[in-house]
Structures are given as C-alpha cells and as structure tokens.
C-alpha cells in the first residue's frame, strides 16, 4: 500500500491579496515560512506514530512549493525532486487577478468558470482546464509507479492539489472544487491496488496561529 501525503505551500504575499497566482513564483511570506518549519516538524516527529517513514519528496518547481519543500526536507532529511506536472494551473493573460476583478472585468468568463464541471474551460492565454488535469494526473500516476509500496511527499498547490484529489477519488470527481486547502495544510490518500483512500483532508492541527 502507498500513501500520498499532499502539502500545500505556505502563504505567500499572493495569498494575502487575494490573488490567483498560476505560474508567477511568488515568495512565501515569514508566516508561510513558520507554517512550513511547523508542518516539517510534524512529519518529522519521531515520537508519534503517525506517519511511516517517508521515502521521498516531490515538489511543484515553483518557488513558493520549491521553499517549502526545502524546509520540510530539511527536516526529513530528503532532497526534494521536481515535478513539473504538479505546478498550478497555468492563469495566462490573467494571472494574479482577483475574484473580484475577475467577476467585474470579465463577467463572461466567470459565468462559464464557475460552472465546475466544464473542462473545455480555458484561460485566455493559458491552460486548458481538461489538460491541466491531465498533466497532474500524469504526475500522480508517475509518482505511485516509483513508489507502489510507499510513503510519498509532495508538495504543491491548491488547485493541483485538488486535480490529483479528483484523479485518485473519481467517484467523488463532482466535489473537486469544494475540498477547502489551507496553506501548509496535510492530506493524506492511501492506494492500495486500483483503491484509494482520503485518510484525512487538511489537518492544519500544526499550524501556528496567524
């Protein structure tokens, strides 16, 4: 049995602001860098017998993943390897936008955005909803082949996050958009054979108080 352990960065200045980050590498914010030293910790924490031993560390390239990824490696003692299929979804022309903006300046596009289940959705500019699924769960299925017995790391993004979520639960594949991902928050899928299993969805229980 495998077991996917999903960390989703630690805050950055983007995320203060309230805006959609895509491909731009921002830097984690001093709180991101203190969720990411706490959530290293915890899996490092040798005197609960919560996690197995991890085997590896997989990260978006992105710099915001990329910082995190680090500090929690230097906790585990791992390297983290970069994956580019697990960066966020690519937002083109309007990467760092806001919901408001979005919602005021282009109210065409965010009627046919919310509609979830639309993958032919597109972002002027950028990715393809349907193939940013793809791409991430490309990478999911890559990382359980290396690793079919496995405890496995990675780190990434909210929405990437969710797209391997979808990918490994397909049963529940309509909810993708509503599994709430705080910054630096744990969760836990086991795959055994052609199953899987949420074991928890965004433990924040280590996270410091903001």
């Given at each position: 049995?495998a077991?996917?352990?999903?960390v989703?960065?630690g805050?950055?200045?983007?995320?203060?602001?309230?805006?959609?980050?895509?491909?731009?590498?921002d830097?984690?914010?001093?709180?991101?860098?203190?969720?990411?030293?706490?959530v290293?910790?915890r899996?490092?924490?040798?005197?609960?017998?919560?996690?197995?031993?991890?085997?590896a560390?997989?990260?978006s390239?992105?710099?915001r993943?990329l910082?995190?990824?680090?500090?929690?490696g230097?906790?585990?003692?791992?390297?983290?390897?970069?994956?580019d299929g697990?960066r966020?979804?690519n937002?083109g022309?309007?990467?760092?936008?806001?919901?408001?903006?979005?919602?005021?300046?282009?109210?065409?596009?965010?009627?046919?955005?919310?509609n979830?289940?639309?993958?032919?959705?597109?972002?002027?500019?950028?990715?393809?909803?349907?193939?940013?699924f793809h791409?991430?769960a490309?990478?999911?299925d890559r990382i359980?082949?290396?690793?079919?017995?496995d405890s496995?790391?990675i780190?990434?993004?909210?929405?990437?996050?969710r797209?391997c979520?979808a990918?490994l639960?397909?049963?529940?594949?309509?909810?993708?958009?509503?599994?709430?991902?705080?910054?630096c928050g744990?969760t836990?899928?086991s795959?055994?054979?052609?199953?899987?299993?949420?074991?928890?969805l965004?433990?924040?229980?280590?996270?410091?108080?903001?």
């Open positions: 049995m077991e996917l352990i999903f989703r960065h805050q950055t200045h983007g995320n203060v602001a309230g805006r959609w980050e895509g491909w731009s590498d830097a984690l914010t001093p709180l991101g860098r203190a969720q990411a030293e706490a290293a910790q899996l490092a924490n040798e005197d609960e017998d919560e996690f197995d031993e991890v085997a560390l997989y990260t390239p992105l710099r993943a910082q995190t990824a680090r500090i929690i230097a906790e585990l003692g791992l390297q983290p390897v970069s994956e697990f966020e979804i937002f022309e309007l990467s760092g936008i806001t919901l408001e903006e979005m919602e005021a300046h282009h109210p065409a596009l965010f009627a046919r955005w919310k979830r289940m639309d993958m032919e959705f597109q972002w002027p500019g950028g990715e393809r909803r349907a193939d940013f791409r991430v490309c990478s999911c359980l082949a290396r690793h079919p017995e496995v790391v780190v990434a993004h909210g929405g990437t996050v797209a979520l990918h639960l397909p049963d529940q594949m309509s909810q993708w958009w509503g599994y709430a991902l705080d910054n744990l836990r899928v795959i055994k054979g052609n199953g899987a299993r949420l074991i928890v965004n433990d924040g229980a280590h996270s410091p108080a903001q």
